[in-house]
């Protein structure tokens, strides 16, 4: 677009999507090969700063009972 319309701005790839998206132009996104295999990374979601499927081992070494430091 760039070297066939020198004075005009280039869109981004994501606008043109967009675009074609909104109806805003001609063409349709079964006419895009590209546009069909294009994925996009899921969002990652916040779970308050824990992990949620972090597997639970048991108490901590320093949750031990007395008696068990003193076994031999």
């Known amino acids: 677009f760039k070297r066939t319309m020198p004075g005009y701005p280039c ?3 994501p606008t043109v999507y967009r675009y074609i998206d909104q109806g805003l132009l ?8 590209m546009k ?3 994925r996009r990374n899921k ?3 916040s ?3 824990h992990a949620l499927h972090k597997k ?3 108490n901590s070494i320093e949750q031990r009972p007395k008696e ?3 076994r031999k």
């Open 43 to 45: 969002r990652h979601h």
């Open 36 to 38: 069909l295999k294009r």
């Open 68 to 70: 068990i430091e003193d």
């Open 56 to 58: 639970h081992l048991g």
């Open 47 to 49: 779970h308050g700063g």
């Open 11 to 13: 869109p981004s790839t």
């Open 26 to 33: 001609d063409i349709s996104n079964i006419d895009l090969p």
